[in-house]
């Protein structure tokens, strides 16, 4: 793991970690053509004092599941609003322990850039594997559309904090609302729109989401 750090920490240390580690942040092309399978990972919380992480690794384009993993583990701080990444992760890295498969990219149900602090689940966690992640929120943050979005399956409008792009809204499924679409880590934004339009061929969330929210629920 790249960039290890405590997790118990106060929100104050948190806040100050999550502003250095939000310069690590790398965004660059990822080829289609490279992609042979997409995780997605999500965190339920069976009690306040405990977090269930699963990831589903998907087979790419054909998107058929290939490997699992999940862990349950005790949540290191309380809730923080803007600091939820601290108590998702640590589980999360406990069930990428139970994979075989180490995946091409993850879709991370959360934010990327599109944060406070520009350090959502999704770049927190690409930052530590230095692996390629996606940020793929189903409400909003920070930041404003720059317009208004179609109706489309496929309409996309950037999305504005304090003047700059942070992410796309993005219609997945016609007339059904968006989901908010940033750079985790080692993507671009025009990767990252593409990969969950194409991980999404049926339904509002992409399928490798729709399967680790499964397995974090506990109904599959």
Do not use: C
């Not at 599941?65 to 309380?78: N, S």
């Not at 879709?107 to 999704?122: C, E």
């Not at 317009?147 to 904090?161: D, I």
């Not at 992410?167 to 016609?174: F, L, P």
């Amino acid at each position: 793991m790249h960039h290890p750090h405590p997790w118990n920490l106060t929100p104050e240390q948190a806040v100050a970690l999550q502003r250095r580690l939000a310069r690590l942040v790398r965004e660059a092309p990822l080829p289609p053509e490279r992609i042979r399978t997409v995780a997605g990972v999500d965190v339920g919380f069976p009690s306040p004092e405990t977090a269930r992480a699963a990831i589903a690794v998907l087979s790419f384009p054909d998107l058929e599941v290939v490997d699992r993993g999940v862990a349950q583990v005790p949540t290191p701080m309380p809730y923080v609003p803007g600091l939820l990444s601290f108590r998702e992760i640590p589980a999360i890295l406990a069930a990428l322990q139970a994979l075989r498969v180490r995946p091409d990219v993850f879709l991370v149900d959360g934010q990327g850039i599109a944060h406070p602090r520009g350090l959502g689940i999704a770049a927190h966690l690409g930052v530590l594997l230095d692996w390629p992640t996606v940020g793929v929120a189903k409400s909003p943050l920070v930041g404003r559309p720059a317009g208004a979005l179609g109706k489309e399956r496929g309409s996309a409008v950037p999305l504005v904090y304090r003047g700059r792009q942070v992410g796309m809204v993005v219609r997945t499924r016609t007339g059904v609302k968006p989901v908010w679409v940033s750079v985790g880590h080692r993507v671009d934004l025009s990767s990252a729109v593409d990969l969950v339009l194409r991980t999404a061929p049926r339904y509002r969330l992409p399928e490798p989401i729709r399967a680790a929210h499964r397995l974090a629920s506990g109904s599959s």
